[in-house]
């Protein structure tokens, strides 16, 4: 008869648990409208201003695509940015006219794009007081990827902010740089930024190690 482990605790050598995909049910459990199935009575999605939220509203839309150049049609996406002042808030509350995490994902229909109803964010003070240009942090999983992506979708009319931003500064080539920048549209009269995300190859999109 096998004998009790009655080691503490604290002196048990415990493994990190393994990664996994996202999986094909990630989209059925955090993305039910994408997945085509009735949404909760609170749902986090992608609506994440109302008209009323102080701010400009904007649009923010994109693609994700792998390193052959093919769209992937089934990624999630969780976004969080700060309010128009440039803070952050700590609750969710559907109530209010504007929450700072959202979620959103591509699909099969309208041309796999990925879609967020905000406002543009104020700029956030980094650690070192230094302020950072307006941006919105995006987490991505999706088929193959064992850990889970963080970029940032920083945009096009805020270059002067951008230069100085001493987090995108960091990233030495312009080039790179140009992956996390967002191009201004105007659609029938309303402000839409895009940022279409590559997950490899020429392009590849600047992740963060944070």
């Known amino acids: 008869m096998k004998q ?6 604290s002196e048990l050598m415990l493994h990190e648990t ?29 609506e994440m201003a109302r008209p009323e939220a102080e701010g400009e509203p904007i649009e923010v839309v994109g693609t994700v695509v792998d390193g052959n150049g093919d769209l992937v049609r089934d990624a999630f996406l969780e976004a969080w940015q ?7 808030q700590r609750e969710y509350d559907l109530k209010k006219p504007f929450n700072g995490f959202g979620r959103t994902a591509t699909t099969f229909d309208h041309g796999s794009e990925w879609s967020l109803k905000t406002i543009k964010p104020g700029p956030v003070a980094h650690a070192s007081g230094q302020p950072q240009a307006p941006h919105i942090n995006l987490t991505l999983f999706a088929r193959g990827i064992n850990i889970h992506l963080q970029t940032r979708l920083y945009f096009e009319d805020e270059a002067e902010a951008n230069a100085q931003c001493p987090v995108l500064s960091r990233i030495e ?3 790179r740089r140009q992956t996390l920048i967002a191009r201004r549209e105007e659609v029938e009269g309303k402000v839409r930024y895009r940022l279409d995300i590559r997950l490899q190859g020429e392009g590849e999109t600047v992740f963060f190690d944070f």
């Open 173 to 175: 080539s312009p080039a």
């Open 82 to 88: 700060a309010d128009a002042k440039g803070e952050y």
């Open 18 to 46: 393994a990664s996994q995909t996202a999986g094909p049910y990630v989209h059925i459990g955090l993305a039910l409208a994408a997945a085509g199935n009735p949404t909760r009575d609170e749902e986090i999605w992608n």
């Open 4 to 9: 009790p482990n009655t080691q503490p605790a």
